[in-house]
């Protein structure tokens, strides 16, 4: 593994310019510089013919296949059928990063498989379709035997111990539902309905304990899902839009050209402020340092205290935030100010959360994304040659505000993601590359 400090990869040549001629003193200090830059390019070579290809498995798909990261392993459901009809199906397991087939069993379901997730000794699918509408099927991890069916919709929180799924209902004029069963078993354990037009809301960075449901009246609870409790209740502002951070619940009533916010704290859903954001309220993130909002229009994000509402910056450039510590990592689209207008991707930059001031340009680099964001134990970025299909891996490194690189992929697209310290892209020809990621410095 090499360790360099990088900005951009490689920039393109610029043309060469005439230059006058220059006394011979001026010419020997050019000449003692272009050995400097020589040997400099020598080194910069050095470094990049260093850097090692990642050692490689490969898992044979067929344009049918779908498969599905969890837990430490890969799954793929072979073929994937988009229709409602029963078709044969087979389901394989294999190790991660290298890729060793664990088993490969029947799999009886009807109609398309929407998700998979992997919870203790479970596998639990989500299927759509069949005659039966939603239902959630679990499977046995070590020998995919089935070992319970429900009628349900998505699971909303997982435990080894047990299941909350909502079932039909959720946002419609039918009553919602939320069903919570054993892991294990499928056994019932607490049933909680609510009124038509009732719908769920639910944030990742709250675990799997808290869940929050939106009530007909303007009427919002917060519920532990382990005892199957209310924990607090509110009413909010009519009219109002309630979205969820890690820290907060929030309700957003539009005017023009702007919104009117209100915080609730968790868990008792106190008011914490209550501001007028200009712009419009378009979506949140971020974390618990920072509130970043994104106008209406998106051509911009805006930076607030979650504690007090206070303003804290606006960035007219970067599409999307992420907090990690005291830093923010910004990537993807930009927008023209303004306008709104999608004017390409931006590069993957270091800010600081409270100021909004940039750090480091790190320069063309994606973040790689985490199969289960709250599970990623280090922060990966790959540069992809879209030409070649050659990409660079590295670690990020906001201490040193630097990248680490780990080594190179071949023939690969961008649809990549992580799992523990493995790598899973697709690869040009049809198949999944996976790739052990060095850990080290």
Known sequence: MVSIDLGVISDPRPEPVPSRPRPPRTRRAIGAGLCLLLAAALLGASARSARPDLPEARVELSPSDAYFVDGGRLYVVGPDSQGYDRVPRTITAYTLPGGERLWQRPLEIDGPLNGMVAVGDKLLLHVSGGGTGQAMVALDRETAE???????????????????????????????????????????????????????????????????????GDRVELWDLDAGRRLAATRVPADAAVSVTTESVLAVVPRDGSADVTAYALPDLRPLWQRTV?????????????????????????????ATGERLWESPAYGWYSEIGSMLLAEGQV???????????????????????????????????FGRPE??????????????????????????????????????????LAEGDAMICRRRDGSLG????????
Not at 180 to 200: D, H, I, K, N
Not at 284 to 294: D, E, I, M, S, Y
Not at 381 to 393: I, Q
Not at 434 to 441: A, F, Y
Request: aromatic share 10%; with cysteine.
């Open 278 to 306: 200009p712009g419009g309220f378009g979506q949140a993130g971020c974390g618990g340092r920072v509130l970043c909002v994104a106008t209406e229009a998106q051509d911009r994000t805006v930076g607030i205290d979650p």
């Open 335 to 369: 927008r023209s100010e303004g306008g709104g207008v999608f004017i390409g991707n931006g590069p993957l930059v270091a800010l600081d959360s409270r100021t909004g001031r940039e750090i480091r340009d790190f320069g063309p680099w994606r973040r790689l994304s």
């Open 434 to 441: 996976i790739w052990d990621l060095p850990v080290g410095s």
């Open 146 to 216: 089935p070992r319970w069916r429900a009628e349900a919709g998505w699971a909303v929180s997982t435990t080894a111990d047990r299941v909350v799924f909502s079932a039909e209902g959720d946002g419609t004029g039918d009553p919602l539902t939320w069903r919570a069963v054993r892991t294990g078993t499928g056994q019932e354990l607490w049933r909680r309905e609510f009124p038509p037009q009732s719908y769920t809301l639910y944030s990742y960075g709250w675990g799997t304990r808290l869940l929050m449901v939106v009530l007909p």
């Open 375 to 416: 599970a990623a134990r280090r922060t990966v970025a790959v540069y992809f040659d879209s030409s070649t299909g050659t990409a660079l891996v590295a670690e990020v490194d906001l201490d040193a505000m630097s990248l680490r690189v780990l080594g190179r992929i071949h023939q690969v697209d961008p649809d990549c």
